[in-house]
């Protein structure tokens, strides 16, 4: 999955960050570089970064009535929140996002400049670059996503193995331990996802891939690929 490494982000005002999938954690100008494959430095690092900002709100956000803010939140200039939504933790909305009605945006979590998520998703411990776009109904946990992804309605990413096991990522044919019992997917650059994909735990799309609707991602996709399912139709006529 070469096309993937070298992914950058910004996970706050100030601080950006480069995912790899060649280099362990080392420094690189401005930006700290990580493994894809160790996840878990990736979560902690932005955790650390979002709890030490300071809580945020730019004169020109526009915030409706019956919006909940709690917690360590930044909201950077240009950014609307509709009515109903919440945001509990530490957490950073980039310039010009828009977080639609009845969202949920939760935990440690990053959301890039002109971004937009629709209503009624539930986002927890995201690091998302920009131009994030999240169709409605979506549940996306535990995930981190390159700049210029896609999502459409209903989506949802699976975090968790019911066996309770920390959950492997898989690099060249080899399952390497996560250390971490809540894991979504690890996303590149500009990855569209079709309406209810799903996307197992653990799981890494490359970058300029095309997930088509209904797709149930079970293992990690190559850059520039295009999944979809071949559906059956059986028609029966009814007496």
């Not at 706050?12 to 100008?29: D, G, M, R, V």
């Not at 440690?108 to 994030?132: H, L, M, P, R």
């Not at 390159?146 to 193995?161: A, M, P």
């Amino acid at each position: 999955m070469k096309d993937i490494f070298e992914i950058k982000i910004n996970i706050s005002s100030n601080q950006s960050i480069i995912f790899s999938n060649q280099l362990n954690i080392l420094e690189n100008k401005d930006s700290l570089v990580f493994s894809i494959y160790n996840p878990i430095e990736i979560f902690q690092f932005s955790k650390t970064i979002l709890e030490k900002q300071k809580k945020f709100i730019h004169p020109s956000v526009q915030i409706d009535e019956r919006v909940d803010i709690l917690g360590n939140v930044y909201l950077d200039e240009g950014v609307k929140i509709y009515k109903g939504s919440k945001l509990e933790g530490n957490i950073y909305i980039g310039k010009n996002s828009k977080i639609y009605n009845n969202v949920l945006i939760r935990g440690d979590s990053s959301i890039g400049e002109n971004s937009a998520i629709s209503f009624c998703s539930d986002i927890k411990n995201v690091i998302a670059g920009n131009n994030f776009l999240v169709g409605p109904h979506c549940s996306i946990p535990d995930s981190i996503f390159g700049n210029n992804c896609f999502l459409g309605g209903s989506v949802r990413f699976s975090n968790f193995r019911f066996d309770r096991r920390a959950i492997s990522v898989m690099k060249n044919d080899k399952l390497i331990d996560s250390n971490m019992t809540r894991l979504g997917g690890i996303i590149g650059n500009d990855v569209f996802f079709g309406s209810l994909c799903v996307v197992l735990p653990g799981r890494i799309v490359g970058s300029k891939s095309i997930i088509e609707p209904q797709v149930q991602v079970i293992n990690n996709v190559p850059p520039k690929t295009n999944l979809k399912i071949k559906q059956i139709l059986i028609e029966k006529k009814l007496l």
